[in-house]
């Protein structure tokens, strides 16, 4: 149900989080999984540190985008900082999804650091069963 635009993105992904943190401008790439659970799909992604209030969800037409910020929780003005490993700036993740999907009731959580989003299959992609009738409706030519 979703679709990967590009093979390399992951490698491209942790280059960029080893190298630089992320801006509005150009921002990381978050960490997800992705996965059906009955008649929903689930998004994860994994945002640990930012407040909800820095979470921005959009969906236009099948484009999913989630944008992100970490800002810094000290001011380093008056602190001298010894050690920094955690990434900090914008981060960012589009996704494609399928037309079965209904985009309409996207529900959203944050719990733990952690963005699901469950997205419902639509109605008319679900199977179904389709009711055979018992008469025929031919009609015999006489002639």
């Known amino acids: 149900m979703l679709m990967r635009t590009d093979p ?20 990381s790439a978050m960490p997800m999984d992705a996965y059906r659970e009955g008649d929903e799909y689930v998004v994860a992604f994994d945002l640990p540190g930012v407040s909800p209030e ?3 969800i959009d969906v236009e037409r099948n484009m999913l985008t989630v944008k992100a910020e970490r ?22 993740r589009q996704i494609v999804l399928a ?3 209904d985009t309409e009731r996207i529900d959203a959580a944050y719990e733990a650091g952690v963005l699901t ?6 109605e008319r992609a679900k199977p179904r069963k389709i009711a055979v ?11």
Do not use: N, Y
């Open 99 to 101: 037309d079965t999907l």
């Open 117 to 122: 989003l469950r997205i419902p299959i639509a």
């Open 54 to 56: 820095a979470i921005d």
């Open 8 to 27: 390399f993105r992951e490698l491209d992904r942790i280059t960029e989080q080893l190298l630089r943190p992320g801006t509005w401008s150009r921002p």
């Open 133 to 143: 009738g018992g008469e025929s409706r031919r009609k015999q030519l006489k002639g």
């Open 71 to 92: 800002r810094p929780e000290v001011d380093t003005g008056q602190v001298q900082m010894e050690l920094s490993e955690r990434p900090l700036g914008a981060f960012s």
